[in-house]
């Protein structure tokens, strides 16, 4: 009778800690667009999982807010970034959940074409390690600069402009922080910009870039990344099954119309 009962005692206190951290709010560091955008299409879809959405402003390191504990999850970047971010904090973080491509483009309010780019031109670029090099792959994929031949992975080899071997336009690159870019767009001749940013400034990556990355094979996909600890927790397992489902993925289509693009969940 003794074990029975500490058996229905350990169950129930399991159930009461379960409920307890279900309900819970759960909190989500996120950049406004297109990230806080879809979490606030989710609070609608799955009103039981209570999402705490913390829009993230300039300046504010997500991977930092996760690291000291100030929230339990972020949604705003992909794998090579947080690989960075993780060497820069000695910290490790876990992937939850992989849910949609953003193609990073290329943008100007002077010239309508690559073909059209002066001698000298100046193109601003992210100044993060990550996005600098996936905007110089973008550079070369457009032939308008090409770097050297090591350089063959986009996501697992950093490029720098100091990599760059052939030049023909002598294109001078400006490194610029990430949001401020759209900014830029009336001082410089070319702008790559992070689709998020670009689709903040009310630009349609889809429509407005005169290069986009390719969504086949891209490494670049957003993630939800949360602690090691709770990675197991059922907040994070019922969001990331909600990021994923056909219904989410086909918000996003409709809402972004090509901007971005989720990654692996079918059409419903």
Do not use: C
């Not at 504990?69 to 949604?75: L, S, T």
């Not at 002066?118 to 993060?128: H, Q, S």
């Not at 600069?145 to 294109?171: C, M, Q, R, Y």
Request: glycine content about 4%; cysteine-free; hydrophobic content about 40%.
């Amino acid at each position: 009778m003794k074990n029975a009962a500490f058996k229905l005692v350990g169950i129930a206190l399991s159930l009461s800690l379960a409920w307890s951290a279900y309900a819970a709010p759960l909190r989500i560091a996120a950049d406004p667009v297109p990230h806080a955008e879809i979490l606030n299409f989710i609070k609608k879809q799955d009103p039981s999982l209570d999402l705490q959405v913390v829009e993230l402003t300039s300046g504010v390191n997500a991977n930092e807010l996760l690291a000291n504990g100030d929230v339990d999850a972020n949604y705003f970047q992909h794998v090579p970034y947080l690989k960075d971010q993780e060497k820069a904090l000695g910290k490790t973080f876990a992937v939850a959940a992989t849910v949609h491509i953003e193609p990073l483009g290329i943008y100007s309010h002077k010239h309508k074409d690559l073909k059209s780019l002066p001698e000298g031109a100046t193109i601003a670029v992210p100044n993060n390690a990550t996005n600098l090099s996936r905007a110089l792959f973008l550079l070369q994929s457009k032939g308008l600069i090409k770097l050297d031949g090591k350089f063959n992975d986009p996501a697992s080899t950093l490029a720098t402009p100091n990599d760059i071997v052939e030049n023909p336009h002598n294109v001078k690159i400006l490194e610029i922080e990430s949001p401020q870019i759209p900014r830029s767009l009336d001082d410089v001749d070319l702008a790559v910009i992070n689709g998020n940013y670009a689709l903040e400034a009310g630009l349609t990556p889809a429509k407005d870039a005169l290069g986009l990355e390719s969504a086949a094979h891209n490494p670049y996909a957003n993630i939800l990344v949360t602690n090691p600890q709770l990675a197991n927790d059922p907040r994070i397992k019922e969001l990331a099954k909600d990021l994923t489902s056909p219904q989410v993925a086909e918000f996003i289509r409709q809402h972004y119309n090509g901007s971005v693009i989720p990654v692996s969940a079918p059409q419903s």
